[in-house]
């Protein structure tokens, strides 16, 4: 099961990061990225690439990673 909510909040919380911060650096508003961390809401290839760009990590590996969590 995908559950890439995890994911990014595992990254966000090791690099010390706060939601609004993130946000702010993809672009949207924090309640937003509160939802996709809660898997409330979809988002484009797009918006997870800036993720990706944020955490220097393919998005591969936080698909890969997303699948992983139990």
């Given at each position: ?38 898997n409330s ?15 220097c990590v ?13």
């Open positions: 099961m995908l559950d890439i909510g995890i994911t990014l909040r595992k990254y966000r919380d090791k690099h010390r990061y706060t939601q609004q911060f993130v946000a702010n650096c993809i672009g949207i508003s924090r309640v937003a990225y509160r939802k996709w961390e809660n809401i979809e988002f484009s290839i797009l918006q997870l690439k800036k993720i990706s760009d944020l955490y393919p998005i591969d590996v936080l698909i890969k990673e997303s699948y992983l969590v139990i």
